[in-house]
Structure formats: structure tokens, C-alpha cells
């Protein structure tokens, strides 16, 4: 995965909370754009457009993870969120350690670091299963015993110093119209392998080379939800980033093929999916 490309109702706000909160570096920043991240590509891009709401019940971004590399980054990124008092969610899903939150205009966060020595989660008979390593059953949202993960913190931590460059966009999650149809574009054209699909919960699981997921798609907003209105806060686009120029143009060659439209950008190649979501695709 790579940046995700957000529409924002006020740039100056949204900087401050992604470098202060969320220790983000500013990158960039040329008249309503900026791009931020962790010191090397970007991982984030904001775009300021004038008289912006938030919309309910649409399509569009459920949340964006962060992916830190380990235990002590993501409890320094927990601490330094307890001490702004900013409003998180400490959640242990077993696999993963992480916290949810939202930014000050709604757009969904994930924080996290994977635990895959703890347990693990899957799709199994079209119901979520987590089991922890000594193969006790876990409901796979448990509270994160956040006192346990300050214990990964070292004296001589800084809280306010950034992101470490190792930190990445791990996955997207998406709220879309409907569910087998968005596995049907993002599995049958753009070639994700699906890790799993649960009719009880309206979710699936993507990825590639076999990470537990690159792309969550749920319809719980509700099936057939419309897309967001043009003055929508939120989504633009994310990025999907591939090895090589062969391996894009073999994914092009079946966009092609299946009459799916796409326009040639500054980023790269961007589609609109099902649930008219941006994605681009481009060479890493």
C-alpha cells in the first residue's frame, strides 16, 4: 500500500494534528496541498477545498492504518496520545496490538504494530475467528492492556519525536455498497487473493502475498449506501503500489478488458471501484 490522499476543510488544522498527535513530518506543503509521513515517500496527503462537510451513511474511507514496526513505537504513539488527552479506542486484536481514533474532521485511524507470537485471526465458515497462541478462543477485540505495552517504553523516549522511517500504510479499510462486488473488482481485476469473506459481518479481507490484509471492505453503512457528495470531507484516493512495470500492465491489461474506465494522473492510473472509491495505481 501506499499514501492515502485525503480531502480536507482545513489544512492548517489538519497539519497540527497529524505532526502534533500523531508525530507525522510535514513533507511538503505547496498552497492547498501538503504531504506528510515518516521522512521518506509520503504516506499521507492532504488537499484543502473550501465549504466541506461530513457526511453519514456514505461510502468511502472506514479507516487507514498505520503500521509501526514494533511494540515500543506504537506505546510510544499510545503515550503521546494519553498525554494530549486525544480521544483513542486500545484494542488487542491478538494478531495486532493498535488503538482507533478518529481526526478532528471524522476520517478513521488505525494505529498498530503486529503480535503474530500471540495468536491469530481468520475467516473461518464465514465467521471471524481469533485464537491466541496456547489456541484459546479470543472474540479478537479485546481491550488493549495498555500498561503491559508502556512496559516496550524506554527512559529516554521522547513522545514528541516523529514517526520512525520505518512506519508505513499497513492496510485500507473501506466502507463500500456492497461486499461480493467490491471482492469482484479488487480480487477478479485487480488480483488481491482473499484472505476471507463473512457474510455475518458484511466484511472481507484482501491482500497480497499473504498478510493477513492490505484492504478491509464492509458494507456497514448499509447495503447499497451511496457514495459521499462532492463537498465531502474524506477519501480522495489511496495508492496501491506495484514491484514493476510488468506487473502493473498485466493488472491495466484486465481493467481494459473488463471496460473499466481510468484516467492517467500525475500519480498514476486512477480507477473508481464499485462503491466510488479513488484508487491508483502506480510503480513503487
Known amino acids: 500500500m501506499g ?166 500504510v499497513g492496510h485500507v479499510h473501506l466502507h463500500v455498497r456492497n461486499v461480493q462486488q467490491a471482492v469482484d473488482f479488487y480480487h477478479g481485476i485487480l488480483g488481491f487473493d482473499v484472505m476471507g469473506l463473512s457474510s455475518t459481518f458484511q466484511a472481507a479481507f484482501i491482500s497480497a502475498g499473504g498478510y493477513h490484509h492490505h484492504l478491509g471492505l464492509n458494507a456497514w453503512q448499509g447495503e447499497g449506501a451511496p457514495p459521499p457528495p462532492a463537498d465531502a470531507v474524506g477519501l480522495r484516493f489511496f495508492t496501491v503500489d506495484f514491484a514493476n512495470q510488468q506487473a502493473l500492465d498485466e493488472v491495466i491489461a484486465r481493467v481494459d478488458t473488463a471496460g473499466i474506465p481510468s484516467n492517467k494522473t500525475d500519480d498514476g492510473l486512477l480507477l473508481i471501484d464499485p462503491s466510488q472509491n479513488g484508487v491508483v495505481l502506480r510503480i513503487a
Not at 493498535?98 to 488505525?110: A, K, R, S, V
Not at 475467528?129 to 481491550?143: H, K, M
Request: proline fraction near 5%.
Open 3 to 168: 499514501l492515502v490522499s485525503l480531502t480536507v476543510a482545513n489544512l492548517e488544522n489538519q497539519i497540527l494534528f497529524y505532526t502534533q498527535a500523531l508525530g507525522f513530518k510535514l513533507h511538503w506543503r505547496e498552497g492547498n496541498k501538503a504531504g506528510l509521513g515518516a521522512g521518506g515517500a509520503d504516506l499521507l496527503r492532504l488537499t484543502e477545498e473550501p465549504n466541506l462537510k461530513k457526511y453519514r451513511r456514505v461510502t468511502g474511507l472506514y479507516h487507514f492504518a498505520v503500521l509501526f514496526p514494533d511494540r515500543r513505537e506504537l506505546a510510544r504513539a499510545v503515550a503521546r496520545l494519553s498525554v494530549l488527552k486525544y480521544r483513542n479506542h486500545p484494542t488487542d486484536h491478538i494478531m495486532t496490538k493498535t488503538t482507533y481514533l478518529d481526526d478532528p474532521e471524522g476520517n478513521g485511524i488505525e494505529l498498530y504494530c503486529e503480535s503474530p507470537e500471540d495468536g491469530l485471526f481468520t475467516i473461518e465458515n464465514g465467521d471471524f475467528v481469533t485464537r491466541r497462541a496456547d489456541g484459546s478462543l479470543s472474540d479478537g477485540r479485546e481491550p488493549l492492556d495498555v500498561e503491559a505495552l508502556f512496559t516496550h517504553l524506554k527512559a529516554d523516549d521522547k513522545l514528541d519525536d516523529p514517526i520512525p522511517a520505518e512506519t508505513r
